[in-house]
């Protein structure tokens, strides 16, 4: 546990200084998201932001009405990881379940210290583990030492679960961190309404033994949440082809949906440095949040 900590801190510090020198942020930005609130409608006045008009109530024919804001006072930043069997792929130490594990507690860390609530769901095709929204140093160290705990029930997968617990888990909007393989299917509905209700970050983990397999002949293959044995022959460029087309297709697709629904997205190897991914995700935060 003291050594998973020390790694975490250190990381965390090497992001904030980051953050708060070369990239002269703010670092409180990353997790307030807009950073306000719908308060009231009043009549548009000149030089006004378009973006502000509230069509809804302008269509009533009294006038042209924009939405007024105020700074929301307490940000909640919730974690949604991935804990079925398809995340128990990669070396022993940095499968793509430890990589998300040290990524939730990171940016825990970080956000606890920028005075935001933090909360996390663990998710298989079931709720494995929730910890409530909360603030303070301490609140992260708990969800910490939930995930070196974490011992999942199921090995199965369900994304669209996942989302929906989380929709009717947290009302006010929030900035939710969703960190998977996003190796599921029929998640993209529920994907949507976090979207549209919440400020979304999807983090992809992969491996690279997802696609590469090394040329040796007929192996069999365990498949990690059916628990099946099944038999390849890794040597036949067609299986290496498909693999790599579903990879790649995968991908495009997550991109694209990202890019439609203003998802901030980012895809981490497990042979990556993390930190320097999570740096560019943040520099395009703090760029598209200022803008708001």
């Known amino acids: 546990m003291k050594d998973i900590l020390k790694k975490l801190r250190k990381y965390e510090i090497q992001i904030r200084k980051a953050i708060n020198s070369q990239m002269q942020g703010d670092f409180h930005s990353i997790f307030k998201g807009s950073g306000l609130e719908f308060d009231d409608v009043r009549m548009y006045q ?43 792929i990669g070396a022993d130490g940095k499968q793509k379940l430890d990589i998300g594990k040290e990524i939730c507690g990171v940016l825990a860390l970080a956000a606890t210290k920028e005075g935001s609530q933090v909360g996390l769901v663990c998710f298989s095709d079931q709720k494995e583990k929730y ?62 309404g976090m979207a549209k209700k919440h400020d979304m970050v999807a983090i992809r983990v992969t491996d690279k033994r997802e696609t590469k397999l090394p040329k040796l002949g007929i192996v069999p293959v365990l498949d990690k949440e059916s628990k099946k044995t099944v038999w390849v022959n890794t040597s036949f460029g067609s299986f290496r082809s498909t693999l790599q087309k579903n990879y790649t297709a995968n991908e495009e697709e997550l991109n694209t949906f990202a890019k439609k629904h203003q998802i901030n997205f980012i895809s981490v190897d497990t042979d990556d440095d993390y930190v320097p991914k999570l740096l560019k995700l943040f520099r395009v935060r703090n760029k598209s949040l200022k803008s708001v």
Do not use: C
Request: proline share 2%; glycine share 6%; charged share 30%.
């Open 131 to 192: 910890v409530k929204p909360a603030k303070g140093i301490k609140q992260a160290y708990e969800i910490i030492h939930n995930l070196i705990d974490l011992k999942p029930a199921s090995s199965r997968t369900d994304l669209s679960k996942a989302a929906l617990f989380s929709l009717n888990t947290l009302r006010r909007r929030s900035v939710m961190i969703f960190i998977s393989d996003f190796i599921d299917e029929g998640y993209f509905h529920n994907l949507k």
């Open 46 to 88: 000149y030089g006004d932001d378009i973006r502000t008009i509230d069509w809804n109530v302008s269509a009533k024919g009294h006038g042209t009405f924009v939405k007024t804001f105020k700074e929301e006072k307490e940000q909640t930043v919730f974690f949604i990881l991935d804990v079925s069997g398809s995340q128990e």
